[in-house]
């Protein structure tokens, strides 16, 4: 326990000394993330020996990570863009293998090993495009929906291979394998769909009473669902994504993504270390040659195939650019592939070297291209005229926005959501009691769960693009962290906060708040403001009478009452 302890420990203070020289370079984390792992694997230090619990912390990085992406999908979306990732994703993996399969036998190797090679190059990694997707905060966009459509697409197909080669490296039969693992997915399926529309919302409700339950109902969900699905045959991936489409239109799915986004951080470095760790770099001194014309077929190839193949169906020049850019690299089952081909005697642990280059390569080269996608572009819009349709298909997907949003649906809450209603702008209501959430959902309002003390849930529902943002929350930390977040990204935005006491107020209002919400004085102003205009006319009163009773019904039905206050028997 104590070795592994160590292990973990010195490999996380590589990671982070390879961090931080990639900040200072101002390169891409992931990486320095596989150059740890290349120095503390085999190749060079061998400082983990034992792998299998940074094994295991891959997994939990892989299952957090596709959940979160999946909480960000919803059966809409899929429906949007499921023919043309359905259609993409086929169509990369048959002429990715073609094209790859006659360059293999042009540059002189075997039928055997140009097919293993060109199938291999057909497999794009899905873990590191959602991390990139994911940290450009492109996942919401059009070309994001489709390249995470696409891309497991693709991890289906190397699935149904993976299975194909193991069962001749075992012996086995692989029709049965596959036909078997069909039948425990339809009858999973089967289980799944009726629990998630009558029982699961039932269940998220009543663990949103308690932050922690909420937590660990999370996790439980997207772990246990990830465990069942890599029972049954299928991938970790799989599992884990239909985990997250399952509570993806829930109302406490940005708290929980939020919630879980520093678990995918952490334990995902797991996972490119571990890859880093198993490149292998042995008799390469004449595969160099070949090795550059493969990575450049997989930088430059397949996200030409991909744009010719979205520019056919009438997306934009921009959107198959984007989303090519994606399968500019090999995955992790490209390795896994051609060691199960090395295991069944088909090929030799050369040509295992020989892609495990192609892939440090092209997984480094799609790095950057993804990353500094946008400042690429322009340089080559006008070259791309070509793979564009005089008439577009395509339909953006629309990031959801606010112009206002109110933080707490309280007593105060109450009467600046009726003002956001009579003024008729687009609004968002953020609560932290899931019953109050629910109620106001019923009622046709727009109004999500959430703790608005976590600065991540705040950046996932765009917070910095609204005109008006309404605190009743009267702890100070979090309007001073509410504050700060807002005025990073927008000084323009009008920010309205609530405080207890004076000297909170006058704090708030130097750390950028427009106005301070002050309730004990409130009633106050409001009589006040009701005399000078009525003054003693008795008429006037009445109609304030009046409608006061009335807010005061509306009020108990809410469920609001006005806090009790012990009285002072000195």
């Known amino acids: 326990m104590e070795s592994i302890f160590l292990q973990i420990s010195i490999a996380l203070l590589v990671v982070l000394g390879i961090s931080f020289l990639m900040r200072l370079l101002k390169q891409p984390l992931i990486i320095g993330y596989i150059i740890s792992g290349i120095i503390i694997g085999p190749f060079l230090f061998n400082l983990l020996p034992h792998k299998e619990t940074l094994e295991i912390f891959s ?14 999908l919803n059966p809409k979306t899929i429906r949007e863009v499921g023919k043309i990732s359905l259609i993409t994703g086929i169509g990369q993996v048959i002429f990715t293998s073609i094209i790859g399969y006659f360059i293999g036998i042009f540059l002189g190797f075997s039928p055997i090993t140009s097919i293993y090679i060109a199938v291999a190059l057909t497999f794009s990694s899905t873990i590191i495009i959602m991390k990139l997707l994911s940290d450009k905060d492109a996942l919401d966009k059009l070309f994001g929906k489709i390249s995470i459509g696409f891309l497991l697409v693709q991890d289906l197909i190397a699935i149904v291979i993976l299975i194909i080669i193991s069962s001749f490296s075992n012996g086995g039969s692989a029709t049965s394998l596959i036909f078997s693992t069909l039948v425990k997915g339809i009858i999973i ?48 991936e799989v599992g884990a994504l239909i985990a997250g489409i399952m509570l993806s239109m829930s109302s406490y799915s940005y ?13 995902i470095i797991s996972f490119f270390i571990l890859l880093g760790s198993q490149m292998v770099f042995s008799n390469l001194s004449s595969l160099w040659l070949p090795a550059v014309i493969f990575s450049l077929f997989i930088l430059i190839g ?41 295991k069944a005697g088909h090929i030799t642990n050369e040509i295992l070297s020989f892609v495990t280059l192609i892939g440090l390569v092209t997984i480094a080269g799609s790095t950057y291209l993804i990353i500094y996608s946008d400042k690429i572009y322009p340089f080559v819009s006008g070259y791309l005229n070509i793979f564009e349709k005089k008439k577009l298909r395509e339909k953006e997907i629309k990031i959801k926005e606010y112009d206002y949003i109110l933080l707490g649906e309280n007593r105060i809450g109450f009467s ?16 932290f009691n899931p019953e109050r959430v629910k109620r106001l959902n019923s009622k046709g309002i727009s109004c999500i769960y959430g703790d608005i003390s976590n600065s991540e849930f705040l950046e996932s529902i765009k917070i910095e693009k609204a005109r008006i943002i309404v605190s009743t929350i009267p702890e100070m930390e979090i309007n001073m962290m509410l504050i700060d977040e807002v005025r990073k990204k927008n000084k323009g935005s009008i920010i309205i906060v609530t405080a207890r006491q004076i000297s909170d107020a006058f704090e708030l209002y130097k750390a950028g708040a427009d106005y301070v919400i002050l309730p004990h004085f409130l009633g106050g102003e409001h009589t006040a403001r009701i005399i000078e205009k009525a003054r003693e006319n008795k008429k006037e009163y009445e109609i304030e009478r009046k409608k006061q009773i009335k807010e005061l019904k509306e009020r108990l039905k809410e469920g609001h009452e006005h806090p009790k206050v012990e009285k002072d028997r000195r």
């Open 189 to 236: 399926f089967a289980v799944l769909f009726p629990f998630s529309y009558f029982i699961l919302p039932k269940l998220s409700s009543f663990f949103a009473k308690s932050q922690e339950f909420l937590f660990v109902f999370a996790i439980s969900w997207g772990l246990g669902l990830s465990a069942l699905f890599l029972y049954i045959g299928f991938s970790i």
């Open 416 to 431: 600046i959501m009726k003002s956001f209603v009579n003024l008729k702008k687009n609004y968002l209501v953020v609560d």
């Open 255 to 267: 708290e929980i993504s939020s919630k879980l986004r520093s678990l995918r951080d952490f334990f």
């Open 59 to 72: 997994q939990f990085g892989i299952a957090f990570l596709l959940f979160i992406v999946g909480i960000h």
């Open 302 to 342: 397949n996200p030409l195939i991909v744009m010719i193949l979205m520019g056919i169906f009438g997306y934009s020049k921009n959107t198959g650019f984007m989303a090519g850019l994606t399968v500019a690299q090999i995955s992790e089952f490209s390795l896994i592939l051609i060691a199960l081909g090395v």
